[in-house]
């Protein structure tokens, strides 16, 4: 039994060491989409999100390469609609390894 013990540990190490070099071992860029605005936050600075690609790549040359996670304050579709379109800007702007986070539903919402 302690073989097994052993063994899973040696596979999740394992797992665990193909899967960091994935990410160039680089922290992903964390984008905030705000609540009721067009705005972004983005390393402690806000703006507009139509000028977060344009931030991130000329003011704090970042790679286009690096993982960006975009995550959208608030809920519903408008919340849904600012998240792509600040997606869709980081795109334009060449960034290529992005990830959406955002609520499903509204939060206060009940799962049927």
């Given at each position: 039994?302690?073989?097994?013990?052993?063994?899973?540990?040696?596979?999740?190490?394992?797992?665990?060491?193909?899967?960091?070099?994935?990410?160039?071992?680089?922290?992903?860029?964390?984008?905030?989409?705000?609540?009721?605005?067009?705005?972004?936050?983005?390393?402690?600075?806000?703006?507009?999100?139509?000028?977060?690609?344009?931030?991130?790549?000329?003011?704090?040359s970042v790679a286009s390469n690096r993982p960006i996670t975009v995550m959208?304050?608030?809920?519903?579709?408008?919340?849904?609609?600012?998240?792509?379109?600040?997606?869709?800007?980081?795109?334009?702007?060449?960034?290529?390894?992005?990830?959406?986070?955002?609520?499903?539903?509204?939060?206060?919402?009940?799962?049927?």
């Amino acid at each position: 039994m302690r073989h097994l013990a052993n063994l899973k540990f040696l596979l999740v190490s394992l797992l665990a060491l193909l899967t960091v070099p994935s990410f160039g071992g680089e922290k992903p860029v964390s984008v905030t989409v705000l609540d009721g605005t067009e705005g972004c936050s983005v390393l402690g600075r806000t703006t507009p999100c139509s000028e977060v690609g344009r931030l991130l790549k000329d003011k704090l040359s970042v790679a286009s390469n690096r993982p960006i996670t975009v995550m959208v304050k608030g809920s519903g579709e408008g919340a849904e609609r600012r998240g792509k379109d600040a997606a869709a800007v980081l795109r334009a702007s060449g960034f290529n390894n992005l990830t959406v986070v955002g609520f499903l539903t509204e939060p206060s919402a009940r799962a049927p």
